[in-house]
């Protein structure tokens, strides 16, 4: 297979994966607003710094309205991480590599992009957002079944779950970046309302509010937070499930090319520290810290696996 | 379809029966199901200069048309005779050149001509073969009288949609199919990639690797490379995915770069070798040229063949065709004014109204005047182009083109096609029945390219 078809599977899966996880933030401070007495516009400032865009938001727009950081977030296409922009992205992807995707995923893709570019031509009034996040969920979802359902267990597959991993990871240790502070055990008030809602709405960020009930017993607790989504591998967004995936996916990939690269240790170095350390480990480290070294280190997988499978060169 | 007294010609008998049951309405319903197939496909062409839409699809007509066996293959031996006669031409004008010797054509039209590559002089491609895949423009104006447009040896498109034009209507219709035994065209990837190759270079061991080179996802036709590359089981490449190594060009895979011994390219010869034509190409492969003349690599079509789509080299067709085969071409050309000769420059200023003309390196509909339906003001500006640079033009009479049914709202409706059968080149000449039918979808208009708004229907050539 060509580099230049690893490379497209693998961003064209990171795109979607992105699109998927905007909406989801989007939500998210959708509920916020709805549910917090007292919420005001400033709380999208957090939203769009989760999203990786609060400076580029701030180029294009003076003030911060809940109206435009949703525009931004969703349909502006002078943003790269919009979801228009990621879907748009995502099929380019697609129609590159269209002979490597079977005819089922190729189509659940296209018909994404016909509807969102559809749905996301005007401004989405308040009252259909949850409508139209719901249709940018349900249509990721439909790719990914298409995907799963259809693909052969080949190179194509592990390239392509590689770039829905690496994007995951890269996304969920971003959520948790941006609200690390209420995570921190000294300024934290156990039981405030503040912090719950706080909590709840990370939780919310990544899909995660009812299944952490689950696993913690319902009680919200910090630690618990930044366990469930950094450690746990039960969790499919938390980082070390990612990396559980990146390194079977690596693995693969070694057995059918017999030829192991540089990106393979990274993978298993990153993976063996997820599974050995504990949450206080984390937490002594200090959690911004922590995440800023793996989002790095995360990047530099990245790289590795491009340059090993001669994406570009 | 129609006789003159209105009665159904032979070929479309069975297909007017099954017609006259079918309830228009469902047909509306039928015709918008297939443009939704089209869309979800993503069976789409890009449009240049129209940066809001680019991607569009070609508008498709439920209706076929069809052709009897006994026309077909009249119209078949026209096409084969013609094909040969286009490879001995261009064998002989690399080579020898005979025939500007017997002065049959004159040298500057050959040498001064900016499709011929003098790189490719003493050059013989593998297997003698310059013109892999042909797609021949035919036009009918009566019952036994047929028409060469153009001869579109360099890169023919469109074949993409004859095949899912097929697939579309056995979808929606399956009954009509066994109600008619319709000639496949469904083997063509088949075909194609076998025809290629057979044709592999001399430096190839094994099995030849074949791949299908495309400027990328922004070129108009990319659909159809992809779809090309994906029914033959082959890569897609771009210039990027290729380098010379040792004397082979190879493709950069994730485990290394592996060698590719026939390239189906879709890239223009001015952009496909950087160190040979176009410095700032970079679409090609720099380097490409002397793995070819080595005899490493087999390129489809050859560089140079483009000359043969010149409107001035066409008009010299029948002697052409006479001159390679021996006998009078059996495939007619439309009378064609060159002018670059003064008697016809006259001649065509003065008929301006009554004349289709033609830029000669255009395609695509680009360019050119179609006199009657142009405003007094267009054919005046033209004329001003047509004194600036005669040699740039030819012109030739409007034709009555035949018309076809089409669905309208209304009904059906008769409209002007043409035809593009399609044909693979390597030891032996093998033409695909059908091909690929455009139709002009304005009333009256005679202008049946896609980036024009036409529209295109699935070719049936009937079993006898």
């Given at each position: 297979?060509?580099?230049?078809?690893?490379?497209?599977?693998?961003?064209?899966f990171?795109?979607?994966?992105?699109?998927?996880?905007?909406?989801?933030?989007?939500?998210?401070?959708?509920?916020?607003?709805?549910?917090?007495?007292?919420?005001?516009?400033?709380?999208?400032?957090?939203?769009?710094?989760?999203?990786?865009?609060?400076?580029?938001?701030?180029?294009?727009?003076?003030?911060?309205?809940?109206?435009?950081?949703?525009?931004?977030?969703?349909?502006?296409?002078?943003?790269?991480?919009?979801?228009?922009?990621?879907?748009?992205?995502?099929?380019?992807?697609?129609?590159?590599?269209r002979?490597?995707?079977?005819?089922?995923?190729w189509?659940?893709?296209?018909?994404?992009?016909?509807?969102?570019?559809?749905?996301?031509?005007?401004?989405v009034?308040?009252a259909?957002?949850?409508?139209?996040?719901?249709?940018?969920?349900?249509?990721?979802?439909?790719?990914?079944?298409?995907?799963?359902?259809?693909?052969?267990?080949?190179?194509?597959?592990?390239?392509?779950?590689?770039?829905?991993?690496?994007?995951?990871?890269?996304?969920?240790?971003r959520?948790?970046?941006?609200?690390?502070?209420?995570?921190?055990?000294?300024?934290?008030?156990?039981?405030?309302?503040?912090?719950n809602?706080?909590?709840?709405?990370?939780?919310?960020?990544?899909?995660?509010?009812?299944?952490?009930?689950w696993?913690?017993d319902?009680?919200?607790?910090?630690?618990?937070?930044?366990?469930?989504l950094?450690?746990?591998?039960?969790?499919?967004?938390?980082?070390?499930?990612?990396?559980?995936?990146?390194?079977?996916?690596?693995?693969?990939?070694?057995?059918?090319?017999?030829?192991?690269?540089?990106?393979?240790?990274?993978?298993?170095?990153?993976?063996?520290?997820?599974?050995?350390?504990?949450?206080?480990?984390?937490?002594?480290?200090?959690?911004?810290?922590?995440?800023?070294?793996?989002?790095?280190?995360?990047?530099?997988?990245?790289?590795?696996?491009?340059?090993?499978?001669?994406?570009?060169? | 379809?129609?006789?003159?007294?209105?009665?159904?010609?032979?070929?479309?008998?069975?297909?007017?029966?099954?017609?006259?049951?079918?309830?228009?309405?469902?047909?509306?319903?039928?015709?918008?199901?297939?443009?939704?197939?089209?869309?979800?496909?993503?069976?789409?062409?890009?449009?240049?200069?129209?940066?809001?839409?680019?991607?569009k699809?070609?508008?498709?007509?439920?209706?076929?048309?069809?052709?009897?066996?006994?026309?077909?293959?009249?119209?078949?031996?026209?096409?084969?005779?013609?094909?040969?006669?286009?490879?001995?031409?261009?064998?002989?004008?690399y080579?020898?050149?005979?025939?500007?010797?017997?002065?049959?054509?004159?040298?500057?039209?050959?040498e001064?001509?900016?499709?011929?590559?003098?790189?490719?002089?003493?050059?013989?491609?593998?297997?003698?073969?310059?013109?892999?895949?042909?797609?021949?423009?035919?036009?009918?104006?009566?019952?036994?009288?047929?028409?060469?447009?153009?001869?579109n040896?360099?890169?023919?498109?469109?074949?993409?949609?004859?095949?899912?034009?097929?697939?579309?209507?056995?979808?929606?219709?399956?009954?009509?199919?066994?109600?008619?035994?319709?000639?496949?065209?469904?083997?063509?990837?088949?075909?194609?990639?076998?025809?290629?190759?057979?044709?592999?270079?001399?430096?190839?061991?094994?099995?030849?690797r074949?791949?299908?080179?495309?400027?990328?996802?922004?070129?108009?036709?990319?659909?159809?490379?992809?779809?090309?590359?994906?029914?033959?089981?082959v890569?897609?490449?771009?210039g990027?995915?290729?380098r010379?190594?040792?004397?082979?060009v190879?493709?950069?895979?994730?485990?290394?770069?592996?060698?590719?011994?026939?390239?189906?390219?879709?890239?223009?010869?001015?952009?496909?070798?950087?160190?040979?034509?176009?410095?700032?190409?970079?679409?090609?492969?720099?380097?490409?040229?002397?793995?070819?003349?080595?005899?490493?690599?087999?390129?489809?079509?050859?560089?140079?063949?483009?000359?043969?789509?010149?409107?001035?080299?066409?008009?010299?067709?029948?002697?052409?065709?006479?001159?390679?085969t021996?006998?009078?071409a059996?495939?007619?050309?439309?009378?064609?004014?060159?002018?670059?000769?003064?008697?016809?420059?006259?001649?065509?200023?003065?008929?301006?109204?009554?004349?289709?003309?033609?830029?000669?390196?255009?395609?695509?509909?680009?360019?050119?005047?179609?006199?009657?339906?142009?405003?007094?003001?267009?054919?005046?500006?033209?004329?001003e182009?047509?004194?600036?640079?005669?040699?740039?033009?030819?012109?030739?009479?409007?034709?009555?083109?035949?018309?076809?049914?089409?669905?309208?709202n209304k009904?059906?409706?008769?409209?002007?096609?043409?035809?593009?059968?399609?044909?693979?080149?390597?030891?032996?000449?093998?033409?695909?029945?059908?091909?690929?039918?455009r139709?002009?979808?304005?009333?009256?208009?005679?202008?049946?390219?896609?980036?024009?708004?036409?529209?295109?229907?699935?070719?049936?050539?009937?079993?006898?």
């Amino acid at each position: 297979m060509l580099g230049r078809t690893a490379n497209g599977l693998y961003w064209m899966f990171r795109y979607i994966e992105r699109a998927e996880n905007i909406a989801r933030l989007v939500d998210a401070g959708l509920r916020v607003s709805l549910t917090r007495a007292g919420s005001s516009d400033e709380d999208w400032d957090g939203v769009l710094q989760s999203a990786g865009v609060r400076d580029a938001y701030a180029s294009v727009h003076d003030t911060m309205t809940a109206a435009n950081a949703i525009d931004y977030l969703l349909r502006d296409t002078s943003n790269p991480s919009s979801v228009m922009s990621c879907i748009e992205s995502g099929r380019n992807n697609a129609r590159m590599v269209r002979t490597a995707l079977t005819r089922e995923t190729w189509e659940a893709t296209n018909e994404c992009w016909i509807e969102l570019k559809q749905l996301l031509s005007r401004k989405v009034k308040a009252a259909d957002l949850p409508e139209v996040i719901d249709v940018i969920k349900r249509r990721a979802g439909l790719i990914r079944g298409a995907f799963h359902g259809s693909m052969l267990r080949n190179d194509l597959y592990n390239f392509s779950r590689i770039g829905t991993f690496i994007e995951r990871a890269d996304n969920t240790s971003r959520i948790l970046d941006v609200k690390y502070y209420v995570l921190l055990p000294a300024v934290s008030q156990v039981g405030s309302s503040l912090d719950n809602f706080q909590w709840e709405s990370i939780l919310r960020s990544v899909s995660a509010h009812r299944s952490y009930g689950w696993v913690y017993d319902g009680e919200y607790k910090p630690s618990s937070i930044a366990d469930f989504l950094i450690l746990n591998v039960r969790m499919p967004r938390s980082l070390a499930y990612c990396y559980e995936k990146i390194v079977s996916n690596l693995h693969y990939l070694e057995e059918e090319y017999g030829e192991r690269h540089k990106a393979h240790d990274t993978a298993a170095t990153i993976k063996a520290m997820l599974k050995r350390g504990s949450i206080s480990d984390v937490m002594d480290q200090g959690l911004h810290e922590f995440l800023e070294d793996f989002i790095n280190r995360n990047n530099q997988l990245s790289a590795e696996i491009s340059e090993g499978y001669r994406f570009y060169r | 379809m129609l006789t003159a007294d209105n009665s159904p010609r032979p070929p479309y008998q069975t297909y007017q029966e099954w017609y006259a049951s079918q309830d228009p309405a469902h047909l509306i319903q039928k015709s918008r199901d297939a443009e939704n197939i089209f869309r979800k496909t993503g069976i789409t062409f890009a449009v240049y200069g129209h940066a809001d839409s680019s991607e569009k699809l070609i508008p498709f007509d439920i209706i076929p048309r069809i052709i009897a066996a006994r026309e077909w293959r009249r119209l078949a031996q026209g096409i084969e005779q013609r094909v040969l006669a286009l490879n001995a031409f261009l064998d002989d004008i690399y080579h020898k050149q005979e025939i500007i010797r017997a002065g049959r054509i004159p040298r500057e039209l050959i040498e001064k001509n900016v499709a011929f590559l003098p790189e490719m002089i003493g050059f013989k491609p593998p297997g003698g073969v310059y013109t892999h895949i042909v797609g021949t423009d035919i036009v009918r104006t009566g019952e036994d009288q047929f028409y060469v447009l153009e001869d579109n040896a360099r890169t023919p498109s469109g074949v993409s949609y004859m095949l899912e034009n097929r697939e579309t209507m056995m979808q929606m219709f399956p009954e009509l199919f066994s109600q008619n035994k319709v000639q496949r065209v469904e083997d063509y990837p088949y075909l194609l990639r076998q025809s290629l190759a057979s044709l592999a270079p001399p430096g190839c061991k094994g099995r030849p690797r074949v791949a299908v080179l495309t400027p990328g996802i922004y070129n108009s036709a990319y659909y159809e490379h992809s779809f090309l590359a994906d029914t033959m089981g082959v890569e897609l490449v771009e210039g990027s995915d290729l380098r010379v190594i040792d004397g082979k060009v190879k493709m950069r895979t994730t485990r290394g770069y592996e060698a590719i011994d026939v390239l189906y390219r879709r890239v223009d010869d001015d952009y496909l070798d950087p160190l040979t034509f176009r410095p700032d190409s970079a679409l090609g492969i720099p380097g490409i040229m002397d793995v070819y003349r080595s005899g490493n690599i087999t390129i489809a079509n050859a560089p140079g063949t483009g000359i043969c789509d010149d409107k001035a080299i066409y008009s010299y067709m029948p002697e052409i065709v006479e001159f390679y085969t021996g006998r009078k071409a059996l495939l007619e050309n439309v009378p064609t004014w060159r002018c670059s000769e003064a008697a016809s420059l006259k001649y065509v200023l003065e008929h301006l109204e009554e004349l289709v003309v033609k830029e000669v390196h255009g395609s695509g509909g680009y360019g050119m005047l179609v006199g009657p339906t142009a405003s007094k003001k267009e054919r005046a500006d033209f004329a001003e182009k047509l004194k600036a640079r005669p040699s740039n033009y030819i012109a030739q009479p409007t034709l009555s083109l035949s018309t076809v049914p089409i669905l309208v709202n209304k009904g059906i409706a008769p409209r002007h096609v043409d035809l593009r059968p399609y044909v693979l080149v390597s030891d032996k000449v093998k033409i695909i029945p059908g091909g690929l039918t455009r139709v002009a979808l304005k009333q009256g208009s005679l202008v049946v390219n896609s980036s024009q708004g036409g529209g295109t229907k699935d070719t049936w050539v009937l079993e006898d």
